[in-house]
């Protein structure tokens, strides 16, 4: 006799729930931004209706908040993860940057938000990446200089300003992907082919080996040990790509 198949608990569920909320709100706010986003196309894409949407988060506002911090929280935890790795500093460091282009193709929702922030702060305007610079940004970009610092003491990476090599290295990506449309126009070839995102993260990784290694030869090998390991992702069209969002339109329970 077949092993009935187990159900989700309550709390599995709700979390599932939530999850799918997020997804689907990371793509709606990515797409039109906080004042074009509707909670209604919102719940419509998760499979819920506006009463759950409005259970598990207070409003529109409190479900951006809650869509920027993953994106957000999504980065830091990659980076991380990548620092605690057993291979060099050096290698470490190009994973870091493969890690940050690879974001940048494959999660549009991501870099769009965070794009769109970065508009509203520049501006001036109320933003919500503000308070979470403290929170997310400098301690990942200090644990990036201490790696840097590290790799530059031992004597792996050339001896120059680990900040400036941070800015460099990062800069050019988000140089990249900025300025795409106008590359298009001015080069009359698009750098969001998949075709020309490959060869060009080959480029970067590559360049990196040969200008921020001490032994070339060395940084060769790390450029291509990394690339052997990384295959380009394919992009997606949503936040958390949470599976199987089509979720019942359950009554929640007055406890959370």
């Not at 060099?88 to 994973?95: A, I, N, P």
């Not at 940048?104 to 305007?125: K, T």
């Not at 004597?155 to 106008?182: K, T």
Request: proline share 5%; hydrophobic share 40%; aromatic share 6%.
């Amino acid at each position: 006799m077949a092993s009935p198949t187990p159900t989700r608990s309550q709390a599995e569920r709700a979390d599932h729930t939530r999850a799918c909320i997020l997804d689907a709100a990371i793509r709606e706010f990515s797409e039109n931004g906080l004042a074009g986003a509707r909670t209604e196309q919102i719940a419509e894409e998760a499979g819920v209706n506006k009463a759950l949407l409005y259970y598990y988060f207070k409003g529109k506002d409190d479900l951006y908040a809650a869509a920027l911090e993953q994106v957000i929280d999504s980065v830091r935890a990659e980076s991380a993860s990548v620092l605690e790795t057993n291979v060099s500093t050096g290698e470490r460091f190009v994973q870091i940057v493969l890690g940050n282009f690879d974001r940048s193709h494959s999660h549009p929702a991501l870099r769009s938000m965070i794009q769109q922030e970065m508009v509203r702060l520049h501006q001036g305007e109320e933003n919500r990446i503000g308070p979470m610079a403290d929170r997310f940004f400098r301690p990942l970009w200090q644990m990036v200089d201490r790696l840097l610092e590290d790799g530059i003491s031992s004597g792996e990476l050339i001896r120059v300003d680990p900040e400036q090599m941070r800015y460099a290295a990062l800069g050019a990506n988000l140089l990249y992907f900025l300025s795409a449309p106008l590359i298009k126009l001015a080069m009359h070839t698009d750098p969001l082919d998949p075709r020309e995102l490959e060869a060009r993260r080959k480029a970067a990784v590559e360049y990196l080996g040969q200008t921020i290694f001490t032994d070339r030869q060395h940084g060769a090998r790390v450029a291509a040990r990394v690339l052997a390991r990384t295959p380009m992702p394919k992009a997606t069209t949503g936040g958390s790509t949470f599976p199987n969002c089509n979720i019942q339109q359950a009554k929640p329970s007055l406890k959370k």
